[in-house]
């Protein structure tokens, strides 16, 4: 069970990250790919930085934090998992559609992809 909620944590940081990357320092940005893109362990990055553990645990946290406060008032990845959830659902619809319309509902739903 601890397992699966890391993953799951790993995937939001990972998801997060790559909405609001640009919107991190260059040392969170780092430190956040070394951790959770790289698997690298808190000493290997303390190491390779030359700082304490507890200080890139810090930095780590500091950055989740920080995205999660980015998401809170910005919404993108809350945006984005609803609008991915309505493409599937419209894709469900399409096959119900008649085929005089189905040309057209397809290019629309090709244009709310592209979106993306």
Avoid at 54 to 83: C, D, N, P, S, T
Avoid at 86 to 101: G, T, V
Wanted: aromatic share 12%; net charge negative.
């Amino acid at each position: 069970m601890k397992e699966e909620n890391m993953l799951d944590k790993t995937n939001r940081v990972n998801l997060l990250f790559d909405f609001y990357e640009p919107l991190l320092t260059e040392k969170q940005q780092t430190f956040l790919k070394c951790y959770f893109h790289d698997d690298f362990s808190l000493g290997e990055i303390a190491a390779d930085f030359n700082i304490s553990r507890q200080a890139v645990y810090e930095h780590i946290k500091r950055a989740e934090q920080i995205l999660e406060m980015y998401e809170e008032k910005l919404g993108l990845v809350r945006k984005f998992e609803m609008r991915h959830t309505y493409i599937e659902q419209l894709n469900e619809i399409l096959k119900y559609i008649p085929l005089e319309h189905q040309e057209q509902a397809k290019q629309t739903l090709m244009s709310l992809q592209n979106m993306e």
